[in-house]
């Protein structure tokens, strides 16, 4: 059988990330989590601004992968990688099962020879951008773990290698997305020491990103993973006209709260007039969509809608409009600042007319209006749904949740929030 050439790449660290813009591609929307893992992997620094090419062989060390290659297959017409279940994925892993597809490629459960256990390969698409965008990734990846190195807040690259021209980034696998575990569990909400040990996690992760100068730009429960899959089932109380022969009565929870953040591929370093797009929709700050520039604070916000979900089940924000998304936000934390208003860029000033925002009179439709109306206040939502705390958590909220991003809470300030003080804190 012919020797096939993997490439397997070297360990180089830089001083300090390159700064760069985002990519301008689409920012993905919402996808399978990535399983991802603790241990620093052999990971190259490669420019962040220059394209990926089959001629840098000097920076390479040529393998050579052995015990049956499967056949050479041609991607699908998106550029996927084509396999089947048992193949080889280089000598080292062996395809197990699919475990996800997004934007991005696929996510494949496989087993590692050399480790002796089974782990989570992100297969990127055979494309120029997506190539690309996965070796800025590997950089925010092993820039990351060369901070924290017990891998406590951030997932860490274990290993990557560039197979059949996709690039393959390996990872320990892991528990379900926060939105995977909420979907299993009909959407049913999180006890309240739950999301406040989840939420102290993710402000952590975020605060330790921006002391890098790093902003995430893509925070949102399915880029949240559980690091167990274990849970408990437990009566749900809020059903308790149900019987408890009926599997509905009870809910899963999760017998640890242990998280890690994962999918860096757009994240940005800190620069000047960051102006495009970025977030996915529902957990998307008001200043990205009035064009008035972001910074740290859009992670800030999506951290409060995340909160919030959490202790409803349901996304806070649930529209693919932003005239709707706007008026949504209206309704549950009140009108706009005019200050902001009078700044938007040209391409939000259609949402605006004489100083405020235009609804309901330009809504799309009646559905859009009544999907707006039936939202309470901030507070009478979260008062729904927390039996004990919900003072802190409201305003805690309030403050990630203020329109104006230089009055938000940093995640440093939210961390000291009376929310998070030891006296609240249960062993989960």
């Known amino acids: 059988m012919e020797m096939e050439h993997v490439t397997i790449i070297p360990i180089t660290h830089l001083d300090r990330p390159r700064k760069r ?26 420019a962040s ?26 991607d699908d017409k998106d550029g996927h990688y084509m396999f089947a279940l048992g193949d080889n994925l280089t000598s080292r892993y062996k395809i197990h099962s699919k475990m996800g597809e997004g934007t991005f490629g696929q996510v494949l459960e496989c087993w590692d020879r050399e480790r002796k256990e089974m782990v989570a390969i992100k297969i990127v698409r055979g494309i120029k951008k997506y190539r ?53 569990n009909n959407y049913r909400s999180f006890p309240i020491d739950l999301v406040r040990e989840i939420g102290r996690q993710l402000l952590e992760c975020v605060a330790f990103m921006h002391d890098l100068h ?32 009926d599997s509905s009565y ?20 800190e620069r000047q007039d960051q102006n495009y797009i970025v977030s996915t929709r529902h957990y998307r700050a008001p200043e990205v969509i009035l064009g008035l520039g972001w910074s740290y604070p859009c992670d800030v916000w999506s951290v409060g809608c995340i909160l919030v979900e959490l202790c409803t089940g349901e996304a806070l924000f649930q529209t693919h409009e932003n005239l709707e998304h706007l008026a949504m936000m209206e309704r549950v934390l009140g009108p706009l600042p005019q200050h902001m208003l009078k700044r938007v860029d040209r391409h939000a000033e ?79």
């Open 214 to 245: 790093m902003i995430h730009t893509d925070l949102k429960p399915e880029n949240i993973l559980l690091v167990s899959s274990d849970y408990v089932k437990v009566p749900d109380y809020k059903n308790s006209t149900r019987s408890p022969k």
């Open 132 to 184: 690309e965008a996965a070796m800025i990734e590997i950089e925010v990846l092993q820039q990351l773990g060369k901070h924290d190195k017990d891998g406590n807040r951030c997932v860490q690259i274990r290993n990557w290698f560039d197979y059949r021209n996709h690039i393959c980034i390996v990872f320990e696998k892991l528990g379900p997305s926060l939105y995977d575990f909420l979907r299993k």
């Open 49 to 74: 601004s220059g394209a990926i090419s089959d001629h840098t062989s000097s920076l390479f060390f040529k393998g050579v992968a052995q015990n049956g290659s499967p056949p050479w297959r041609e």
């Open 21 to 46: 813009p985002r990519f301008g591609w689409d920012v993905p929307q919402a996808q399978v989590g990535i399983f991802c893992g603790q241990e620093v992997g052999n990971v190259a620094s490669y």
């Open 350 to 428: 259609k949402y605006f007319r004489r100083g405020r925002l235009d609804w309901p009179e330009g809504a799309a439709s009646r559905e859009s209006i009544k999907a707006v109306s039936k939202l309470p206040r901030l507070q009478n939502l979260v008062m729904q749904h927390v039996d004990h705390s919900a003072g802190d958590l409201i305003h805690l909220l309030q403050g990630l949740l203020r329109y104006d991003p230089l009055d938000r809470l940093t995640a440093r300030e939210a961390l000291r929030h009376t929310f998070f003080a030891r006296d609240h804190l249960r062993m989960l």
């Open 250 to 269: 009870y809910k899963r929870v999760p017998k640890s709260s242990a998280i890690k953040v994962i999918d860096f591929g757009s994240t940005t370093y």
